[in-house]
């Protein structure tokens, strides 16, 4: 699976930029190698472009979470099962962050190394308020991407083996700040 994957990266980045907006478009809906990796290797060959690049990785990527999300709604479980054997069992428990986190786990699965496609598809199974999902979407892969590219910029190629660490990093303190935020909240509604 492994040598497959790096074929189809060597594919991907043979068509530059549209190679990019292809893969992250349908690693969204679809078992693709994360674009992260053509990613990186874009900007590190064009740092002045890596803001682009994150932009139309963002763009395209949103824009497969919505297939992805058209997917789960009209194809439903069935759709989900065919496309992903091995998670079958994984959906109940994708389903209770969805009723305890909602758009918060699909932020969470867009921006971290968290299969995003299950839950752009899940999204639509479960009915997620679709400006929510596409807020949630946007935002987090967004946030990946640019994160990745800006990390990049600034420090080339001495850090492209602890992106995934930073990544890791982001999504704690992210977590951490909503936990927060959440028991706040709570705190202050049962006054």
């Not at 997620?128 to 946007?138: D, G, H, P, R, T």
Request: glycine share 8%.
């Amino acid at each position: 699976m492994h040598d497959l994957f790096i074929a189809m990266n060597g594919w991907f980045e043979q068509w530059g930029l549209l190679g990019l907006a292809i893969n992250s478009c349908v690693e969204s809906f679809f078992l693709l190698p994360p674009p992260d990796i053509l990613l990186i290797t874009m900007d590190l060959k064009n740092p002045q472009l890596a803001l682009w690049y994150a932009f139309v990785c963002t763009l395209s990527s949103a824009i497969g979470g919505v297939i992805g999300y058209g997917i789960g709604l009209f194809g439903g479980r069935p759709a989900f099962n065919l496309l992903f054997k091995k998670y079958h069992k994984q959906f109940e428990n994708v389903e209770k962050l969805y009723d305890k986190y909602g758009m918060l786990a699909v932020f969470i699965s867009a921006f971290t190394p968290i299969p995003y496609k299950i839950f752009t598809i899940a999204s639509g199974i479960l009915k997620m308020n679709f400006l929510q999902f596409f807020l949630a979407s946007f935002v987090g892969r967004g946030a990946r991407f640019f994160l990745v590219s800006l990390v990049l910029m600034f420090f080339g190629e001495a850090i492209k083996q602890y992106i995934e660490l930073v990544i890791l990093a982001v999504t704690v303190i992210i977590i951490i700040f909503f936990v927060l935020l959440y028991k706040h909240r709570k705190a202050f509604t049962s006054k």
